[in-house]
């Protein structure tokens, strides 16, 4: 049983194929595991560290302000000579407080001061200012002394947290941070008076507002001898014996400052502590690690590992069930390739150009299509050009050299015979009809274009026996202006067929050309013939209207209209004014543009 069942190839291969994949996936799940706990301890000893780094920062920041507002008060001269005036007079104390005042308001961190007295040595002159000034004890000689007494020898900040000493209603606002300063005299270091403030512990829950602690941790906060837990904003003083903390190694940290630690509980766990300095203050901000969160990225690393081994097994899965088909799938598409060139589909498959001898078989079979498809692209070539000499050979029988040249003769006779209107008129058409079968240009100059509106003129004037009458006002500062090809005839025509022919007697076409006040080129052509109505007027230049019948049926006024707008832009074009029975008025907006031989349009000027 045994022998038969790894008889086959394909027995052999789905062994193989799984038993590696299952080695591989075990073998490299450990060495993952125990790698990704040094990780995980890292990163999170590396987040937390950025997390107080920010805190701190953000702390230190506001806690430089009070500092440099308490050295203010030490050190203004205003504030040591009213200190120092035995007989100051009411207007320097309004203007030492107000100065104070001023001082204490543009301090971007006044909202963390609850209060800020500075008073002199005996306490005659006090000053004060602050979030808690309007609920507070009365301050007088006694508190003061008691608040100095003890310190007033040295710089006393960022030590403890206490009490507000002078707050009503201790427990309706914050602990404070107080901060006390002796003021000397310049000359002989003599104290003269001294500088409290009481700092608000917001300073440091504030910046913890977003700052996420899991259950089973918690932030400290080391200031001076003693060490406070943050407990929302709270911050709850522990005992000397709380827990015991020693010294670890800070490899994994990224920046020298922060300190590691780890703290073993009275419970008996312990736990690693991620200290970072406040700078300049002498306080620190520590974060004991979360070991609940840590189980939880085991947990979640175990769960990937699972997820990872049932993938690679299924991953091994697919792989024997595509070498299972190594064989007759590409026999298979061969087959089918096969049959679609035997229907007429000689297109080249890709996918049937293996790296193996199968892989030859079906190169073999492209090249076969590929020659196939060659050879009717060209007979197809062969038959394209075969008509395009054709095409060609036609247009020469119709050479325009051989009307003008017929058309000149037509003209000489004519003058022989004394016929000179047959002879102007042939002369209009063969200068007509060479302006335009000449040049590719789109774009000619308003001179040229006037020329062929002459000559057109001229046929249709002979035409209509001389009862029609075209009046031209071309400025001179506009006649070598831009303007496309073929603009101002389909109108001239539009005027003559449309206004003055169902007229039914004489008219007249007056063409003006002149620059407007903003500096554009405006040209109208304006009939005495039946005028149109709105209705028609829209219907032209929203396309309902037929194109116009004539020597150039193919140019139309809203055709003209969208050449403008292509070449210039959508602020020109044509616009129609008319009175039936009156008159009707097209203008013709273009923008100045001077013409050259160079000029090839193409957009807004």
């Not at 075990?26 to 107080?52: D, G, P, R």
């Not at 500075?118 to 309007?134: E, H, L, M, P, R």
């Not at 139309?556 to 008319?578: A, D, M, P, W």
Request: net charge neutral; proline share 3%.
């Amino acid at each position: 049983m045994k022998r038969k069942l790894f008889k086959t190839i394909k027995s052999k291969i789905t062994f193989v194929t799984v038993s590696f994949t299952l080695v591989v996936t075990i073998f490299f799940a450990f060495i993952s595991f125990y790698l990704f706990q040094s990780y995980a301890h890292k990163n999170l000893i590396q987040s937390t560290e950025f997390n107080l780094q920010l805190v701190s920062g953000l702390a230190a920041q506001d806690a430089n302000l009070l500092d440099t507002l308490s050295k203010w008060c030490c050190t203004n001269s205003q504030m040591l000579s009213y200190l120092e005036d035995k007989n100051v007079s009411s207007v320097a104390t309004l203007s030492a407080y107000a100065r104070f005042k001023e001082e204490f308001q543009n301090n971007r961190a006044n909202t963390y001061i609850q209060r800020l007295i500075i008073t002199n040595t005996d306490y005659s002159k006090i000053f004060q200012v602050g979030s808690a000034t309007t609920d507070t004890r009365p301050i007088s000689t006694y508190n003061l002394d008691m608040l100095f007494r003890v310190r007033y020898k040295q710089v006393y900040a960022w030590q403890d947290i206490e009490v507000d000493p002078y707050t009503m209603n201790p427990r309706a606002v914050p602990d404070i941070i107080p901060i006390i300063r002796p003021i000397y005299r310049a000359a002989n270091k003599k104290i003269i008076g001294y500088v409290y403030m009481a700092v608000s512990t917001r300073l440091i829950t504030d910046q913890l507002s977003s700052y996420t602690v899991a259950p089973d941790s918690s932030l400290y906060l080391a200031m001076g001898p003693d060490t406070y837990r943050i407990d929302k904003r709270n911050f709850i003083k522990l005992p000397s014996d709380y827990a015991q903390t020693k010294s670890s190694s800070n490899t994994n940290t990224m920046d020298a400052k922060t300190q590691l630690s780890t703290m073993e509980m009275k419970d008996g766990q312990t736990s690693t502590v991620v200290s970072y300095p406040i700078r300049d203050t002498g306080m620190t901000l520590s974060h004991s690690l979360s070991n609940q969160q840590i189980l939880q990225q085991r947990l979640l690393f175990l769960r990937l590992i699972f997820f990872i081994c049932i993938s690679i097994i299924a991953m091994g899965i697919f792989i024997t069930t595509y070498l299972n088909h190594l064989i007759n799938a590409p026999v298979a598409k061969m087959r089918k390739r096969m049959s679609a060139i035997s229907k007429g589909d000689f297109s080249p498959d890709p996918e049937i150009e293996w790296d193996n001898e199968l892989g030859d078989v079906g190169k073999g079979i492209n090249h076969l299509s590929r020659n196939v498809v060659t050879l009717m692209d060209s007979r197809l070539a062969d038959e394209k050009k075969k008509q395009d000499l054709e095409y060609q050979m036609l247009q020469n029988q119709i050479n325009p050299h051989f009307l003008y040249n017929t058309l000149n003769s037509i003209k000489w006779m004519a003058t022989i015979q004394n016929a000179t209107g047959i002879a102007e008129m042939t002369t209009a058409l063969a200068r007509l009809l060479k302006k335009i079968s000449k040049g590719t240009k789109k774009v000619i100059s308003l001179r040229e274009e006037i020329s062929l509106l002459d000559d057109y003129f001229i046929i249709q004037q002979y035409r209509y026996g001389g009862s029609i009458t075209m009046i031209k006002d071309i400025a001179s500062d506009v006649s070598d202006n831009a303007i496309p090809k073929f603009t101002l005839q389909p109108l001239l025509e539009n005027a003559v067929f449309h206004g003055i022919e169902p007229k039914g007697c004489a008219g007249t076409v007056q063409v003006t050309a002149c620059r407007t006040e903003d500096g554009d080129v405006e040209i109208s052509v304006t009939d005495d013939g039946v005028g149109i109505d709105e209705e028609s007027i829209k219907k032209i230049f929203s396309g309902d209207e037929n194109e116009q019948s004539g020597m150039f049926k193919q140019i139309g006024i809203l055709n003209v209209h969208k050449r403008i707008q292509c070449e210039f832009g959508k602020n020109y074009g044509l616009t129609i004014t008319s009175e039936p029975g009156v008159y009707t008025k097209t203008t013709v907006l273009l923008p100045w543009c001077p013409f050259d031989s160079d000029f090839s349009g193409g957009g807004t000027v």
